[in-house]
């Protein structure tokens, strides 16, 4: 039987081989978006705006806006409206708490790793800081309020980190900065994205080597973890102001042939689909990342030690998955006493009601189970069933 792995690799390398086909010696330029912090521990966009929600006493409104069209930057725009001063100070001392806490994964390592000089990220943490190691250069991360170092000459192997939505402070300099207001200079809502893209005539941004890269037939824009909502469409849109049609734009993206991605095609974005059925919890999300990662890596042209440094990297994001997930075996072929090495990821298989659901969960491709906003609330988690396994006979 074909592990999880295999599948995943099979439905995504003729993908790439068709969009790579005569793009020799290509260039990465993540793009970088929530869905990577997500896997590094980070809270998604629902939980937090719920939160804040709940700060100004209103935590029923975000089921409301959502069903009626409203995307996050506008109820972010709409809860800052009724927030006090105070209210707007909890806020982001919250925000900040969760990301502080967490640490670069092995794919914030290998996407810092793989990048040629640009990366592009719409996250406020400074994980792919710290991932990239010694390509950090914190002269070359630039955020919306930023000007551009003069001379600007980043050296051989530094990255340059546009940081689209700006950037939370150290540490120990947040609360000087909410004191300050340096929230303000954060692009999160409806507003601010305005805020953003629209410049004075003949004022270039502090974007303009990120739009100048988008230019180069030889580099390959790849949106990694981003929810590509209409808003940063927009935002990107007005970055990428070639006239003719793009053809090195791609993304990851979960879904099937009945579910066309419109947003997607309004920049011509290709997408490199793996089916949802395979991609049915955030661990099955980040092993896909991880083989999109590694059956590029073989095709970008980077030095060899990043290189192997970037192969490393995805090898021990792969060995850190659970290890039932990379076995990917039905549930009726598991035995009841089980040796595992690491967590046992059962939470997903828990509370299915019945025997088709099951067989539909692990079934082949055409079976799916559709992820929420959130994961489904663990009837026996992880930590009730115990990190160890008992030795098989």
Not at 29 to 34: A, K, T
Not at 108 to 121: N, P, V
Not at 319 to 342: F, T
Request: charged letters at 25%; glycine letters at 8%; proline letters at 8%.
């Amino acid at each position: 039987m074909m592990s999880l792995r295999d599948r995943i690799h099979d439905q995504l390398e003729p993908q790439i081989v068709r969009f790579l086909r005569g793009k020799p010696r290509l260039k990465l330029v993540p793009i970088v978006g929530n869905g990577i912090t997500r896997m590094a521990g980070g809270d998604s966009w629902d939980k937090w705006i719920r939160k804040v929600l709940g700060i100004v006493d209103q935590p029923e409104r975000f089921d409301a806006l959502r069903r009626k069209g409203f995307e996050h930057p506008e109820i972010l725009n709409y809860a800052f409206e009724k927030a006090t001063e105070s209210h707007l100070q909890e806020m982001w001392r919250q925000f900040a708490a969760q990301l502080y806490g967490l640490s670069p994964s092995n794919l914030h390592q290998a996407i810092a790793l793989m990048a040629d000089c640009h990366i592009a990220t719409t996250n406020y943490d400074d994980l792919l800081e710290r991932g990239a190691g010694d390509r950090y250069n914190p002269d070359y991360v630039i955020k919306p309020e930023s000007k551009l170092p003069d001379p600007y000459a980043p050296q051989p192997g530094d990255v340059v980190i546009s940081k689209l939505h700006g950037s939370l402070p150290p540490k120990d300099e947040l609360e000087e900065w909410i004191k300050n207001k340096g929230y303000d200079n954060l692009i999160t809502t409806s507003v601010s994205y305005k805020k953003a893209v629209f410049r004075p005539k003949g004022t270039p941004g502090p974007f303009v080597r990120l739009e100048e890269a988008l230019e180069q037939d030889d580099h390959i824009f790849l949106f990694l973890g981003t929810s590509l909502t209409p808003a940063e469409l927009f935002l990107f849109r007005i970055l990428y102001r070639r006239q003719n049609p793009p053809d090195n734009l791609a993304t990851l993206h979960f879904g099937s042939d009945a579910d066309p991605p419109i947003r997607l095609e309004e920049l011509g974005i290709k997408p490199f689909t793996v089916h949802r059925g395979l991609a049915s919890s955030a661990d099955r999300r980040k092993l896909a990342y991880l083989v999109l990662l590694k059956l590029l890596l073989d095709k970008i042209d980077i030095p060899d030690d990043r290189k192997a440094k970037a192969d490393e990297s995805l090898r021990n994001g792969h060995a850190a998955l659970p290890c039932n997930l990379l076995v990917n075996r039905r549930l009726g072929e598991i035995s009841p006493v089980v040796g595992c090495i690491g967590p046992l990821q059962v939470s997903r298989v828990i509370g299915i009601k019945t025997a088709p659901q099951e067989e539909a969960f692990f079934g082949p491709v055409e079976g799916s189970a559709e992820p929420g906003s959130a994961q489904t609330e663990d009837l026996i988690s992880d930590a009730a069933i115990g990190q160890g396994g008992t030795e098989m006979d």
